[in-house]
T-cell receptor, first 113, second 115 residues
Framework: TQLLEQSPQFLSIQEGENLTVYCNSSSVFSSLQWYRQEPGEGPVLLVT?????EVKKLKRLTFQFGDARKDSSLHITAAQPGDTGLYLCAGATLFQGAQKLVFGQGTRLTINP | NAGVTQTPKFRVLKTGQSMTLLCAQDMNHEYMYWYRQDPGMGLRLIHY???????AKGEVPDGYNVSRLKKQNFLLGLESAAPSQTSVYFC??????????????FGEGSRLTVL
């Protein structure tokens, strides 16, 4: 069974602080996605990283895929209350010949004004 | 801009009752998925479909059945609900992609409580 472990599971910080969320596995993934989910809604894709070592930036969010494609991180600079939400990482792999996404358990982020 | 629509959004069942969750997508996507989301466990794949008339089991298929008679619809059935099936259920779809990493488009979720 492929597992993705996210840490921390909960994080509450003040507006303006920086933070990093980690997503780790012992398995290799062909790509890794990060989603954000707000209460009462489904997850929405933030980014997909495909190449080992790849770094992508989305405004104040920086995503990195590990060189061995087993882990990833999400760094937020100068966090704002609007960043509050559940962040999910998901690794793509083949399952019975079709693409399957394995999800981490999520990091619930709260940014306090 | 409907995207992926799930009905119902909320349902309370008694143990042993049956029900069907409906997922409809208007994006002409080939792939459709049913996930359940439980606290601290992320999203777990129940069943999925790679096209009209085809279905396959995911990680946690026991107690659920699915059907995809039309490309735009994916139904999730519970024949005899159990308290362990209390969860939030998400339907998702994505287009056929030549490479990995295709974006999943999710519905808003259906919250099911089994008493």
């Amino acid at each position: 069974t492929q597992l993705l472990e996210q840490s921390p599971q909960f994080l509450s910080i003040q507006e303006g602080e920086n933070l990093t969320v980690y997503c780790n596995s012992s398995s290799v993934f062909s790509s890794l996605q990060w989603y954000r989910q707000e209460p009462g809604e489904g997850p929405v894709l933030l980014v997909t990283v495909v190449t080992g070592g790849e770094v992508k930036k989305l405004k104040r969010l920086t995503f990195q895929f590990g060189d061995a494609r087993k882990d990833s991180s999400l760094h937020i600079t100068a966090a704002q209350p609007g960043d509050t939400g559940l962040y999910l990482c998901a690794g793509a792999t083949l399952f019975q010949g079709a693409q399957k996404l394995v999800f981490g358990q999520g990091t619930r982020l709260t940014i306090n004004p | 801009n409907a995207g992926v629509t799930q009905t119902p959004k909320f349902r309370v069942l008694k143990t042993g009752q049956s029900m069907t969750l409906l997922c409809a997508q208007d994006m002409n996507h080939e792939y459709m998925y049913w996930y359940r989301q439980d606290p601290g466990m992320g999203l777990r794949l129940i069943h999925y479909s790679v096209g009209e008339g085809t279905t396959a089991k995911g990680e946690v298929p026991d107690g659920y059945n699915v059907s995809r008679l039309k490309k735009q619809n994916f139904l999730l059935g519970l024949e005899s609900a159990a308290p362990s099936q209390t969860s939030v259920y998400f339907c998702a779809s994505r287009p056929l992609a030549r490479t990995y990493g295709g974006e999943l488009f999710f519905g808003e979720g259906s919250r099911l409580t089994v008493l």
